[in-house]
Protein backbone atom coordinates (compact mmCIF):
# COMPACT_ATOMS: atom_id res chain seq x y z
CA UNK A 1 0.00 0.00 0.00
CA UNK A 2 1.46 3.43 -1.07
CA UNK A 3 1.75 6.14 1.88
CA UNK A 4 -1.99 7.60 2.10
CA UNK A 5 -3.25 10.09 4.01
CA UNK A 6 -6.89 9.72 6.24
CA UNK A 7 -8.96 10.99 8.58
CA UNK A 8 -11.13 8.68 11.06
CA UNK A 9 -12.29 7.77 13.88
CA UNK A 10 -10.67 7.09 16.89
CA UNK A 11 -11.60 2.86 18.71
CA UNK A 12 -9.10 3.23 22.05
CA UNK A 13 -8.25 -0.37 22.62
CA UNK A 14 -5.33 -1.92 23.89
CA UNK A 15 -5.46 -4.85 20.94
CA UNK A 16 -2.74 -5.32 18.90
CA UNK A 17 -3.08 -5.94 14.91
CA UNK A 18 -0.84 -5.82 12.53
CA UNK A 19 -2.04 -5.35 8.49
CA UNK A 20 -4.46 -8.60 7.67
CA UNK A 21 -5.02 -9.40 11.32
CA UNK A 22 -8.51 -9.97 11.81
CA UNK A 23 -10.36 -9.65 15.39
CA UNK A 24 -13.51 -9.50 17.16
CA UNK A 25 -15.04 -6.59 18.68
CA UNK A 26 -18.35 -6.06 21.02
CA UNK A 27 -19.39 -2.39 20.39
CA UNK A 28 -22.48 -0.64 23.55
CA UNK A 29 -21.46 2.57 23.63
CA UNK A 30 -23.39 4.73 22.29
CA UNK A 31 -20.48 7.12 20.72
CA UNK A 32 -18.97 3.63 19.54
CA UNK A 33 -21.91 2.59 17.89
CA UNK A 34 -21.69 5.97 15.98
CA UNK A 35 -18.54 5.57 15.03
CA UNK A 36 -19.54 1.86 13.30
CA UNK A 37 -22.21 3.63 11.75
CA UNK A 38 -19.52 6.33 9.92
CA UNK A 39 -16.66 3.60 9.20
CA UNK A 40 -19.08 2.43 6.18
CA UNK A 41 -18.78 5.96 4.53
CA UNK A 42 -15.47 6.64 5.50
CA UNK A 43 -13.30 3.34 4.73
CA UNK A 44 -12.79 1.99 8.57
CA UNK A 45 -11.08 3.20 11.95
CA UNK A 46 -8.28 3.51 13.76
CA UNK A 47 -7.84 0.87 16.37
CA UNK A 48 -5.23 2.02 18.89
CA UNK A 49 -3.73 2.26 22.59
CA UNK A 50 -4.37 5.55 24.04
CA UNK A 51 -1.15 6.54 26.17
CA UNK A 52 -0.27 10.01 27.03
CA UNK A 53 -1.66 10.43 23.30
CA UNK A 54 -2.08 8.61 20.42
CA UNK A 55 0.70 7.96 17.86
CA UNK A 56 0.63 4.85 15.57
CA UNK A 57 -2.48 2.90 15.03
CA UNK A 58 -4.25 0.00 12.75
CA UNK A 59 -6.58 1.38 10.40
CA UNK A 60 -9.19 -1.66 9.85
CA UNK A 61 -12.46 -1.87 8.05
CA UNK A 62 -15.56 -4.17 9.51
CA UNK A 63 -15.83 -7.14 7.58
CA UNK A 64 -18.69 -8.96 9.41
CA UNK A 65 -21.46 -7.73 12.10
CA UNK A 66 -23.45 -9.25 14.06
CA UNK A 67 -25.33 -9.09 17.61
CA UNK A 68 -24.50 -11.68 20.74
CA UNK A 69 -27.57 -13.07 22.38
CA UNK A 70 -27.53 -10.17 24.59
CA UNK A 71 -27.91 -8.13 21.35
CA UNK A 72 -24.75 -6.57 22.15
CA UNK A 73 -23.24 -5.47 18.25
CA UNK A 74 -20.07 -7.33 17.80
CA UNK A 75 -18.00 -6.68 14.42
CA UNK A 76 -15.42 -8.07 12.90
CA UNK A 77 -12.51 -6.21 11.53
CA UNK A 78 -9.64 -6.10 9.64
CA UNK A 79 -6.85 -4.60 9.72
CA UNK A 80 -5.65 -2.45 6.45
CA UNK A 81 -2.53 -0.61 7.50
CA UNK A 82 -0.67 0.72 9.94
CA UNK A 83 -1.10 4.80 10.57
CA UNK A 84 1.21 7.45 12.29
CA UNK A 85 -1.17 9.72 13.85
CA UNK A 86 -0.17 12.99 13.40
CA UNK A 87 -3.35 14.88 15.17
CA UNK A 88 -6.34 14.46 16.89
CA UNK A 89 -9.82 16.47 17.65
CA UNK A 90 -13.13 15.74 18.66
CA UNK A 91 -16.64 16.32 17.65
CA UNK A 92 -20.21 17.14 18.98
CA UNK A 93 -20.47 13.11 19.63
CA UNK A 94 -17.29 13.21 21.61
CA UNK A 95 -15.75 10.61 18.96
CA UNK A 96 -11.86 11.74 18.65
CA UNK A 97 -10.77 11.49 15.33
CA UNK A 98 -7.30 11.39 14.30
CA UNK A 99 -5.20 12.84 10.88
CA UNK A 100 -2.65 9.80 10.43
CA UNK A 101 -0.80 8.64 7.54
CA UNK A 102 -0.51 5.09 6.35
CA UNK A 103 3.60 3.65 6.17
CA UNK A 104 5.17 0.64 4.87
CA UNK A 105 5.20 -2.74 7.24
CA UNK A 106 6.79 -5.99 6.91
CA UNK A 107 3.35 -7.71 7.68
CA UNK A 108 2.68 -6.69 4.03
CA UNK A 109 5.32 -8.62 2.23
CA UNK A 110 5.39 -11.50 0.15
CA UNK A 111 7.46 -15.01 0.50
CA UNK A 112 6.31 -18.69 0.29
CA UNK A 113 9.39 -19.51 2.67
CA UNK A 114 7.84 -20.12 5.96
CA UNK A 115 8.70 -22.20 8.86
CA UNK A 116 6.82 -25.55 8.95
CA UNK A 117 7.02 -25.32 12.26
CA UNK A 118 5.79 -22.07 12.85
CA UNK A 119 3.05 -22.65 10.68
CA UNK A 120 1.82 -25.91 11.60
CA UNK A 121 1.72 -24.23 15.43
CA UNK A 122 0.06 -21.60 14.15
CA UNK A 123 -2.58 -23.84 12.35
CA UNK A 124 -2.66 -25.69 15.69
CA UNK A 125 -3.91 -22.99 17.55
CA UNK A 126 -6.61 -21.79 14.82
CA UNK A 127 -8.36 -25.17 14.66
CA UNK A 128 -8.34 -25.82 18.28
CA UNK A 129 -10.11 -22.49 18.85
CA UNK A 130 -13.72 -21.69 17.41
CA UNK A 131 -13.70 -17.94 17.43
CA UNK A 132 -10.21 -17.96 15.18
CA UNK A 133 -11.31 -20.73 13.23
CA UNK A 134 -14.28 -18.79 12.00
CA UNK A 135 -12.37 -15.76 11.75
CA UNK A 136 -9.52 -17.11 9.47
CA UNK A 137 -11.83 -19.84 7.49
CA UNK A 138 -9.91 -18.92 4.35
CA UNK A 139 -7.10 -16.72 4.91
CA UNK A 140 -4.42 -19.28 6.35
CA UNK A 141 -1.33 -18.91 4.39
CA UNK A 142 2.12 -20.15 4.35
CA UNK A 143 3.48 -16.45 3.75
CA UNK A 144 6.19 -16.21 6.87
CA UNK A 145 5.35 -12.15 7.38
CA UNK A 146 1.73 -13.73 7.93
CA UNK A 147 2.41 -16.14 10.21
CA UNK A 148 4.66 -14.12 12.23
CA UNK A 149 2.42 -11.10 12.88
CA UNK A 150 -0.77 -13.66 13.80
CA UNK A 151 1.40 -14.84 16.38
CA UNK A 152 2.75 -11.21 17.22
CA UNK A 153 -1.10 -10.67 18.08
CA UNK A 154 -2.04 -13.92 19.66
CA UNK A 155 0.86 -14.50 22.03
CA UNK A 156 -0.04 -13.13 25.56
CA UNK A 157 3.43 -10.75 25.49
CA UNK A 158 3.07 -7.46 26.58
CA UNK A 159 1.54 -4.77 24.18
CA UNK A 160 4.58 -2.32 24.61
CA UNK A 161 6.58 -4.95 23.98
CA UNK A 162 4.62 -6.04 20.71
CA UNK A 163 4.92 -2.32 19.41
CA UNK A 164 8.49 -2.33 19.19
CA UNK A 165 7.48 -4.69 16.26
CA UNK A 166 5.59 -1.67 14.10
CA UNK A 167 8.98 -0.72 12.21
CA UNK A 168 9.04 -1.82 8.69
CA UNK A 169 12.87 -3.36 9.77
CA UNK A 170 12.21 -5.27 12.45
CA UNK A 171 11.11 -8.66 10.72
CA UNK A 172 13.82 -10.70 11.96
CA UNK A 173 13.78 -9.97 15.49
CA UNK A 174 9.74 -10.33 15.38
CA UNK A 175 10.38 -13.66 13.99
CA UNK A 176 13.46 -14.70 16.80
CA UNK A 177 10.73 -13.39 19.44
CA UNK A 178 7.88 -15.42 18.29
CA UNK A 179 10.39 -18.32 17.88
CA UNK A 180 11.73 -18.32 21.09
CA UNK A 181 8.44 -18.29 23.02
CA UNK A 182 6.76 -20.93 21.06
CA UNK A 183 9.73 -23.62 20.99
Known amino acids: MSHKKINLPIFPLSVFLLPGGITRLRIFEPKYLTMVSLSSQLGGFILCKENNG ?38 DSKLTFAEAHTFEHWSTNQSSNASAELTDSLNDVIEKHALLKSLYQNNLSDNPYWVVSRWLELLPIDYNTKSRFIDDSTYSEAKQLVHSVIF
Open 54 to 91: FHWGSWVEIINFNQDSHGVLEIDIQCKALVKITSTYSD
